[in-house]
Structure formats: structure tokens, C-alpha cells
């Protein structure tokens, strides 16, 4: 009981205290009272530029992408009744993923920087919207994972093509980022296009939480209590693709802490999927800042993407995870 | 149910359920009242399930009227309804490892009540529901400890707890050895005597014999008889259902062989 209690306001106090730290940590670490001063706007300018443009934005751009991973990723496993889904699952990163591609192809870059992250949304709400109209058509949930199994493998087959076909260089190590997810050199603005969509995709998630608890006795037993199936699908999709898209844009592709925090945050909830949002959404927020401290700190030449060491831990968790997976019941679908 | 409820009739008027262009419900009408324990008999594909479904309104393609107190049920929103009828359909899969006074809470789910944020009158009927099916002492345990018969009495507590009106099971008796086959009648017939009514699908023709007020008879998709144990259970309506050879002496039956 008290665990529970206190989860969420220890979650978010770590969370604030590892963005802080993101502050004061880097390839040139600044002093507390140095670091004070600039966030007070009373320290020299260089060191304005560091905290304010480059440390910060980038600890909240962890932050904001850990919070719609996480909510997303422990929302579908609600919906998906599967402690292996994640937004990757349905395709929705994939998706989106594809649409940036596309327009760092094209060079549509160039017309404006914002049609980048545009592309990427889109990408999202149209894999959501592909699921969705499934979702409204079949009530089987293998369906809905095989769809998004079909669109992840479509965005990956056309994102190799893409990169084969990249004219120059530069749009390939621009691809190669968008990716294996990186959230360094993310500014204000960046975040500032992504947070509507990752605010109001977490909302709708929220509003329709109850319902995810519900789910644990199965589409009949759920509908038989009075939850309406297609609507809580709906808008479980449209909530995740909203969130996901808006993380993607600004972060790329980075896989697994989705599964992985709900899969933490579970036991300490009476694994009720409702109970489990708002925590894994925070747990995975601090695992990425952490993790871009870690990034920033390791003496490599090149500095290692986000989405990578997200990758090695996250791989990992997914695989034991999948092999610790057994269900209650004989007949489970 | 509280007493001062009176007394609650659902009727059923012409109902068809279609899946795949196929008919598995034709012209289904009856009416089920609180207080009585019926039972809903016939083989394996003979549309039980479907015409459950079809009455909640869980099936895509159903058609024909189901009055609740006359009003029709398509009128009613899914929390609506719920409140009035529970459904213990026959799989009953549960994603995770909840506590068992977590899942009986989802009873109260059609009440806007979530697990762990019961007002008191949830509070109450999860209690009374898991006293009734002798859960008191499970409650805090993790549903995947349970054994076979622990959780269909669990299943049952989540069924009662929403304190509906009639009651739908689908095969809650399925796969579970003699002794908690006997026990979840009980309960279920306890639940009825305290007010509620319920539409019971079982395949053991002597357990509905034993429990059941009304027994309702499916071949094909259609209602074929419909009525007390003494009118519509006798030896050639064995055959006629199930093809089977069989004697019935008052609430007795034996089952001899294939026809």
C-alpha cells in the first residue's frame, strides 16, 4: 500500500532530479553554483547557451519521449492483454519512422524543418488509423498484432530502400539517426512541436485507463461488464499513435523501455494496467534521461545514439521477459 | 440484490443471430424473470452461446427485440446493461496476476468503480460477494495461485458482485471435478434464492435436473421446448437432443449410450 502511495510522487521527484543532473553532467561538467546561475539567467553567456540550449532541451526531449513510450507501451499491453506490446508492436514507430525518412529523402527538409516531424505524426496517425479500421471490423486481437507485425516490416523494407536510393551522404547519416533514435541537439522548439501531440495522445489514455483494467478478463468478460470494446480500442490506438508519433519526431525510433517499465511497474501495482500507466510513463522518462547522461558521459569518438543503448538494455529485458511470459488460464487468446 | 427490487422480467421476442451468412439462432422468444434458475440444454453447436451473446448484445449480427421491463435493450449503453444483466462467459482468460478482490471489483465495473477505488456500496458487494463464494480468506492472493475450483469461484464472486438483476453463465461448471461442479450450483442457486435470476448453459443433464426450475432446450439454433423438469426432461427428449439412450426417474437421469 504504501509503495503504491508513494510510487508516482518518488517517480517524479527522480525524474526532476535527473533532469537536474543532466544539467550538471557532461563532456565539460559545471558546477552546481554555475548551473544555478544560468538556469537564473545571471551567469556568463557561454554558460546560458550550454544549460538553457543544449542541456536542457535535451534532458526534457529524453523526458517527454521516455513519458510517451512508456504510456503508450503500458497502454497496449493493457489493450493487447501482452506484456511483449509496445508501440513497436503495432508498427506505429515504424510508421513514423518512415514517414521522416521519406521526407529526409526527398529533401523535403529543405521547404521547411517542421515538415520532418510532420511526416513522422502522419506516419504514426496513419498506422493507427490502418489499425484502428481493423479494429472496428475484428474483435480478435492477434489480428491487430499481425497487422502491426506487417506494417513494421513494410516501413523497414521501405526505409532500406530509401537509404539505398539516399542521394548524398548527409540524408543518410540523417536517416541513419532518425533510425537508431538520438535526442542530442533537440532545442525548444522541437520539443515545443512534439509536446501537443504527446500531451493529448497521454490525455486520451488516461481518460480511458478504467477500461484497460477491465481488459484483464478478456474482450467477452470485459464487454459482459459493461466496457464498449471498439470505442476503448479506438481510442487506445489513436492515444498511442498521437504519443508516439510526437516521440518519434522528436527523438526517432527508440525501442523497448515501452516494455520494459510496465513490466517494472506491474508488481508494485497489483498488476492493474490502470494503475500501471502514469508510473511506467515516468519510469521510462527517467530511464532515458539517465540513460542520455550515460551517452554523453562515455569517452567514445562518436557519441552512441539514445535509441541504441536503449536497444542493448531494452533487447535483453524483451527477450527474458518473453521466455519468463506464461499465462493463468489454458485457454488464453 | 436488495429486496426492495421487484421482481425484473427480460423478454425475448424473435431473436436471430447470424455469423458468416450462417443462421446459429433462429426466432429465439422467451422471457427469463429474477428468482428462477434456468437452464439452457443442447449439443455442442446448437447456438447457446450465440443466443447469450445475442441477448447481452455482444453478438455483431443479431437481430429481433429483447425488452428489459419492457424497454428495449439496444436502448441502453454497455454500463447500463451491465448493471442489469452479469454474463461468466465460458472462457474466462485473465491477462495478469491480479489479486483475486481486484478481479471481483470488476464486477463493478458497469457502477464506475475501478480496483483499489471502491465508494461504499462497491466496497459492500465485493465483500458480500466474495463471503458468498467462501472467498474471504483469497482475496489478497495472486489469481494465478488459485486452483482450478478456486477460480471458477472467483469468476462467480466477479459475476455477483455486479448485482444484477438475472445472471448469464456459459458452462461455469466446465472442466471442474464433481465436488465444485456441486459447489458452483450452489452458489448459483443461492444467488437465485436470493433474488436474482439466471440463464445457466450446462451440458450435465442430471446437475440441471437437480438445480434448475426451468430448463430451456436448444437444437439447431432453435428453442425446441422450454419448461419445468417434469414437462420437457424424459428419455425421448434425450434422444431427440442429444441422440443419446437414457433414463430419467424424477430428478435422476442416466445416460446409457449412443442412439
Known amino acids: 500500500m504504501t509503495v503504491r502511495a508513494l510510487l508516482i510522487p518518488a517517480l517524479a521527484l527522480a525524474s526532476l532530479l535527473a533532469i537536474f543532473g543532466a544539467l550538471l553532467l557532461g563532456s565539460t561538467p559545471m558546477e552546481l553554483p554555475r548551473v544555478l546561475a544560468a538556469l537564473a539567467g545571471m551567469a556568463d553567456a557561454a554558460d546560458r547557451t550550454v544549460v538553457w540550449q543544449i542541456r536542457l532541451p535535451r534532458a526534457l526531449a529524453a523526458f517527454v519521449v521516455g513519458l510517451a513510450l512508456g504510456g503508450s507501451g503500458a497502454a497496449l499491453q493493457g489493450l493487447l492483454r501482452n506484456p511483449l506490446a509496445e508501440p513497436g508492436v503495432l508498427g506505429v514507430s515504424a510508421s513514423a519512422a518512415l514517414g521522416a525518412t521519406f521526407t529526409l529523402y526527398y529533401g523535403l527538409v529543405a521547404l521547411s524543418a517542421w515538415l520532418v516531424p510532420l511526416a513522422a505524426v502522419a506516419g504514426a496517425l496513419l498506422a493507427t488509423m490502418l489499425i484502428a479500421a481493423a479494429a472496428i471490423r475484428t474483435s480478435s486481437i492477434v489480428t491487430l498484432i499481425l497487422i502491426g507485425v ?47 501531440f504527446i500531451a493529448v ?109 536503449a536497444a542493448l538494455f531494452g533487447a535483453p529485458a524483451f527477450v527474458w521477459i518473453a521466455m519468463q511470459r506464461r499465462t493463468i488460464s489454458a485457454d488464453q487468446n | ?140 492472493r495472486r489469481a494465478d495461485t488459485l486452483s482450478g475450483g478456486e477460480l471458477a469461484r472467483m469468476h462467480c464472486a466477479r459475476a455477483f458482485a455486479t448485482e444484477a438483476p438475472l445472471l448469464f453463465a456459459d458452462e461455469p461448471v466446465a472442466s471442474l471435478d464433481p465436488r465444485h461442479k456441486f459447489r458452483i450450483m450452489e452458489l448459483i442457486r443461492d444467488h437465485v434464492l436470493s433474488g436474482a435470476g439466471a440463464l445457466v448453459v450446462l451440458h450435465d443433464v442430471s446437475l440441471a435436473a437437480r438445480f434448475a426450475d426451468r430448463l430451456i432446450w436448444m437444437k439447431d439454433g432453435r428453442v425446441v421446448a422450454d419448461g419445468t423438469r417434469a414437462a420437457t426432461l424424459d428419455a425421448s427428449r434425450l434422444g431427440e437432443i442429444y441422440g443419446v439412450r437414457g433414463r430419467v426417474e424424477g430428478d435422476r437421469v442416466d445416460l446409457e449410450g449412443p442412439l
Not at chain 1, 551522404?169 to 540523417?174: G, K, T, V, W
Not at chain 1, 518519434?248 to 500501471?276: E, K, M
Open chain 1, 150 to 196: 506487417g506494417l513494421s516490416s513494410f516501413a523497414g523494407a521501405a526505409m532500406s530502400l530509401l537509404m539505398n536510393l539516399a542521394p548524398n551522404p548527409f540524408s543518410l547519416a540523417d536517416m541513419i539517426n532518425w533510425m537508431l533514435g538520438s535526442v542530442a541537439n533537440r532545442s525548444f522548439p522541437d520539443i515545443a512541436f512534439s509536446a501537443p
Open chain 1, 201 to 309: 495522445g497521454l490525455f486520451i489514455l488516461y481518460a480511458v485507463r478504467k477500461g484497460l483494467t477491465a481488459l484483464t478478463l478478456g474482450d467477452e468478460a470485459a464487454a459482459g461488464v459493461g466496457l464498449d470494446l471498439r470505442r476503448q480500442r479506438l481510442l487506445v490506438v489513436a492515444g498511442t499513435g498521437l504519443a508516439t508519433g510526437g516521440a518519434v519526431a522528436l527523438a526517432g525510433t527508440i525501442g523497448f523501455v515501452g516494455i520494459v517499465t510496465p513490466h517494472i511497474v506491474r508488481p508494485l501495482v497489483n498488476y492493474d494496467p490502470a494503475r500501471s500507466l502514469i508510473p511506467s510513463a515516468l519510469l521510462a522518462g527517467l530511464i532515458l534521461v539517465l540513460a542520455d547522461i550515460g551517452v554523453r558521459l562515455l569517452p567514445t569518438d562518436i557519441e552512441l545514439k539514445l535509441g541504441v543503448v
Open chain 2, 1 to 140: 440484490m436488495s429486496d426492495s427490487e421487484q421482481r425484473f422480467e427480460l423478454t425475448v421476442e424473435n431473436l436471430c443471430v447470424r455469423a458468416g451468412g450462417k443462421l446459429l439462432v433462429e426466432n429465439a422468444s422467451f422471457s427469463l424473470r429474477s428468482g428462477e434458475f434456468t437452464a439452457l440444454l443442447g449439443p455442442n453447436g446448437a447456438g447457446k452461446t450465440s443466443l447469450l451473446r445475442g441477448i447481452l448484445g455482444l453478438a455483431d449480427n443479431a437481430s429481433g427485440n429483447v425488452r428489459l421491463q419492457g424497454q428495449a435493450l439496444a436502448e441502453l449503453d454497455p454500463m447500463q446493461r451491465a448493471r442489469k444483466l452479469s454474463y461468466l462467459p465460458q472462457r474466462r482468460p485473465l491477462a495478469w496476476p491480479s489479486p483475486v478482490r481486484d478481479v471481483v471489483s470488476l464486477g463493478r465495473y458497469a457502477w464506475g468503480c475501478a480496483p483499489g477505488r471502491l465508494d461504499d456500496r462497491d466496497a459492500r458487494a465485493v465483500r458480500s460477494a466474495l463471503a458468498s463464494c467462501d472467498l474471504l480468506e483469497l482475496a489478497g
